[in-house]
């Protein structure tokens, strides 16, 4: 993978908002990167010190539109826990 592909968009909810006062922020990933190489880019991008990672895959859901049947896109969901005393800059201000 290239380099700035492994982090797609940080997923902005009210759920991950109340994550972010214990440290923790989340991102969408590409389905292919691991845990070393998404703390990896994450310390690169916004120059601070992960501790930890935890990742999720996230099941697309059955979606429906008149008589066709679909499902939603599945995804990797990645939760990042920071240094105690360090905040990622970019989420303050969404």
């Known amino acids: ?31 292919r990167a691991n845990k070393k190489e998404i703390m990896q880019q994450v310390k690169e991008i916004f120059n601070v010190d992960p501790v930890s990672c935890n990742i999720i895959n996230v099941k697309g859901k059955k979606r429906r539109e008149r008589y066709k049947e679909g499902r939603t896109s599945s995804w990797k969901k990645a939760i990042i826990t920071l240094k105690e005393g360090q905040k990622i800059e970019f989420f303050e201000s969404v």
């Open 1 to 31: 993978m290239k380099k700035g592909d492994i982090i797609i968009y940080p997923v902005v909810t009210e759920k991950t908002t109340m994550l972010q006062e214990q440290g923790k922020y989340v991102f969408k990933v590409d389905k």
